[in-house]
């Protein structure tokens, strides 16, 4: 059985001992869509994600077959962190961490590097819009956000 025949399983995390395989998946992600990234902030923030950013946010994590493939953030309404394998990107996976988010999680609002075109679409194609935008990031470097909220 491949691993792309088995359904899709939406969970909470397992906790710190699943971070490294969230980290990879991280990686993976970043690397393939975020081509912008200085190599110093990408290693910067990878060395945080443990340690500060996954213990911050309610993590959901997608699977098949007992293997992660993908997983989201969530805190105060907010939807922190999406990402997806660079393997598994365009399967589904991303729309249904989503789903769930906003479903499970009154996610309504989320922010998105400008630089990242495709996940701006993909936000725009799941119901949100632009309410704004700012031209450094949350740790106050030149990466612009868009801020999306949920169309009501």
Do not use: C, K
Not at 18 to 33: D, G, K, M, N, Q
Not at 84 to 98: E, K, M, P, Q
Not at 105 to 114: G, K
Not at 123 to 142: A, K, M, N, V, W
């Amino acid at each position: 059985m491949h691993e792309q025949d088995h359904p899709l399983t939406l969970r909470p995390t397992l906790g710190p001992a699943e971070y490294p395989a969230l980290v990879a998946i991280w990686r993976s992600a970043v690397l393939a869509t975020h081509d912008f990234l200085a190599g110093s902030d990408f290693e910067r923030i990878e060395q945080n994600l443990a340690a500060a950013y996954f213990p911050a946010v309610t993590l959901l994590v997608a699977e098949r077959g007992g293997v992660p493939l993908g997983f989201a953030g969530v805190a105060d309404g907010g939807l922190e962190m999406l990402f997806v394998s660079a393997a598994a990107r365009g399967s589904g996976i991303g729309t249904a961490l989503l789903a769930e988010a906003v479903s499970r999680h009154s996610v309504t609002r989320v922010d998105v590097n400008e630089q990242n075109a495709g996940a701006h679409r993909f936000y725009l194609s799941h119901g949100f819009t632009q309410i704004g935008r700012s031209e450094l990031d949350g740790d106050g470097r030149p990466y612009p956000l868009v801020h999306l909220a949920l169309r009501t």
